[in-house]
């Protein structure tokens, strides 16, 4: 994890030494190991360095390459080093003197604005050539490494790893983007691009992005196949290589310059990748112990995972750290921290926990953290090859994985049974028969009118929100829009399995962790979003995915041995929702208080504080449901960091003296 930023004015202004130098001050918690800034005229680019790897020892950023005219700042960690030294024709005897970001400006100068197919690994990059009198930049495959920008025509580009840094620059307007504010309070994530700030964007994950005074164009340089489907000669192929391309993405997350660790919750993800790590370890003759880190409940007893923990633990060397989560604030304790570091409301509910966790692997010097982040959506559970069951009228093999499935995950069969011949095998005949439509038309209206003359309002996402407000952003319309995407993924399961994989909360969530990392020094690496293995994954037939009601087959088959069996056929994990409700009625009641009932103004152009104030007395009462404590927190957070907006640019004014 590093820091990078740059500007460039495309009217001949020169930039100024005094904001880049501003720029890389708000960064200086992304790189405590270095410093610099290199300038000409229009153009300035700059760089803070956290040393995560060995050959980022030896790196000085900016990189200038005089006899080239290019000039490169990235944060990169580049995985297949050695296939590029020798595509590139690169001496392979000095290797371990090549860094990570020699090889991405060689890789530019052959392959030029193709180069970041040519790349495996977390990067975010910007090159300056000065004889195009261009940028190139360009970002990861699914958005690990963070980069944002501005850019007005004509006139200014901005970029940086995080948005604090664009906004030093005099030349960006801070005005509020009302969109992303709607998106946010009703769990939209699909643009990718937009954020809370207008006309500052992200690049978007796979894609590049060239800058010049004639033009700005976004391209995307790499997509999933979704038709793609590996045929292999037998189960024991599938799995073999399942572990194959599984070890090779924790391996090389393991380069480090220091002993990495691994974040262990006793789930099937971070178990997999702390053992495989382990055996690495072992392999390599490394005797170090391998620290982990687990968040264990003392009150919230439901969500406590011990017994799984435990059972990695005993099986190797590792050096365990713990934090008792359910005695943590979800917000307070962290707040000021959260709201500086994240430049925008934070979503994520349990973040409180991450955080709390980077905090004592700081203390440990641990800079490189092994997450298992979502590891559900790349390997999938395979629960859409069910629903193809049933539109295929294959109704015994289905019989057969529903009643695994719900034996394995504690389901109820009937009911899970009932539910896909409903939708699957009683409405084709349905729709054959006209008297049964006209009869199933009058129920449906009978429904609505009983509905019409109901005093219970019916319940609705818009209920929570201020209705001009979602008239003025056209939430209604984005609201379809996703809704048709999202029946549209259903139509098989690997077009369900690729659109969890491409959704856009996963380069949101990878945002929100690696800034929240960030604050502590820390690099976190995700084996679970290794493009081999993602692309592996995808292929796979839907047998590979779930079988005899066990989901993620291929993971528990590949990494059989290497998992304690109490966690390879698990039938599921703990819901950290209750740790979560625990939290927020335990420690945050006043500030929730304070801010619906002392300072709802900040809000109260967007939400609809009638229903929210219902909800908060349903919530100190202890009624309110999951969906009712997320409008609370959504709420809060939006105004708590509305607050924190305010500050900062009376702050400013105050400093330059406006």
Avoid at 130 to 156: E, I, L, M, N, W
Avoid at 518 to 540: Q, T
């Amino acid at each position: 994890m590093s820091g990078i930023f740059g500007i460039h004015y495309f009217n001949n202004r020169v930039v100024k030494p005094k904001v880049l130098q501003q720029m890389s001050d708000i960064l200086a918690h992304r790189g405590s190991d270095g410093a610099d800034i290199w300038h000409q005229t229009q153009t300035g680019l700059g760089h803070r360095l956290l040393w995560t790897t060995p050959e980022s020892l030896l790196e000085k950023q900016p990189l200038a390459d005089d006899e080239r005219d290019c000039i490169i700042t990235a944060d990169a960690r580049i995985d297949n080093r050695e296939e590029l030294i020798s595509k590139l024709g690169l001496n392979k005897f000095l290797a371990e003197k090549i860094t990570d970001i020699e090889l991405i400006l060689k890789a530019y100068y052959k392959w030029g604005e193709k180069c970041p197919q040519k790349l495996l690994g977390d990067f975010a990059f910007a090159i300056w050539d000065k004889s195009k009198q261009q940028f190139f930049c360009a970002r990861d495959h699914f958005g690990v490494k963070p980069f944002y920008y501005y850019y007005s025509a004509g006139d200014t580009f901005v970029f940086a790893s995080e948005i604090k840094a664009i906004l030093c620059s005099p030349e960006v307007p801070q005005k509020l983007n009302q969109t992303r504010i709607g998106d946010y309070l009703t769990s939209m994530f699909e643009d990718r691009e937009i954020t809370f700030y207008q006309n500052i964007l992200r690049l978007p994950p796979a894609h590049s992005l060239t800058v010049s005074n004639k033009r700005i164009e976004l391209k995307s340089y790499w997509s999933l196949d979704p038709n793609k489907e590996l045929l292999l000669d037998s189960d024991e192929e599938y799995a073999a290589q399942f572990r194959e391309i599984f070890t090779e993405a924790v391996r090389c997350r393991l380069r480090s310059h220091t002993q990495a660790g691994t974040m262990l919750s006793g789930g099937l993800d971070s178990s997999s990748i702390t053992c495989i790590a382990r055996q690495i370890m072992n392999e390599e003759n490394v005797n170090a112990k391998l620290p982990t880190f687990s968040a264990i409940f003392d009150e919230v007893k439901e969500c406590d995972e011990r017994k799984y923990i435990n059972t990695v633990l005993n099986r190797g060397k590792y050096e365990p750290y713990y934090i008792h989560a359910d005695q943590i604030s979800p917000l307070t304790s962290n707040s000021k921290c959260m709201l500086w570091h994240h430049d925008e409301p934070v979503y994520a509910p349990n973040l409180f926990l991450n955080m709390s966790l980077y905090k004592i692997a700081q203390r440990q010097s641990i800079r490189v953290i092994l997450d298992g982040f979502d590891g559900d959506s790349t390997v999938s559970h395979g629960t859409g090859y069910l629903r193809d069951l049933a539109r295929k009228g294959k109704w015994i093999a289905l019989f057969h994985e529903l009643k695994g499935y719900a034996h394995n995950f504690n389901f109820p069969f009937w009911k899970t049974q009932r539910a896909y011949i409903m939708n699957y095998g009683i409405n084709p005949f349905v729709e054959k028969s006209q008297l049964l439509k006209l009869g199933r038309r009058f129920i449906r209206g009978l429904i609505r009118r009983i509905k019409s003359v109901s005093k219970q309002p019916v319940v609705s996402w818009r209920t929570s929100l201020n209705s001009d407000f979602v008239k003025q952003t056209d939430l209604e319309q984005r609201r379809q829009a996703q809704r048709k995407f999202l029946l549209e993924s259903q139509a098989h399961q690997r077009a369900e399995h690729y659109y969890s994989l491409v959704r856009g909360v996963m380069p949101y969530t990878l945002e929100v962790l690696d800034k929240a990392a960030a604050a502590y020094d820390i690099e976190l690496r995700f084996p679970f979003w290794d493009k081999r293995l993602v692309e592996f994954c995808l292929s796979l037939p839907p047998e590979q995915k779930i079988r005899r009601g066990w989901t993620r087959m291929i993971m528990r088959q590949g990494l059989k041995g290497v998992l304690p069996p109490e966690i390879e056929w698990r039938g599921g994990k703990s819901n950290l929702g209750s740790n979560f409700s625990y939290g927020l009625f335990t420690f945050e009641r006043q500030l929730i208080k304070s801010v619906l009932f002392q300072n709802s103004s900040r809000i109260s152009n967007y939400i609809n504080l009638t229903s929210l104030k219902a909800a908060y007395q349903k919530f100190i009462m202890r009624q309110a449901n999951g969906e009712e404590e997320m409008d609370i927190w959504r709420a809060l957070t939006l105004s708590l960091w509305l607050e924190h907006r305010n500050q900062a640019i009376d702050a400013s004014k105050h400093k330059s003296g406006i």
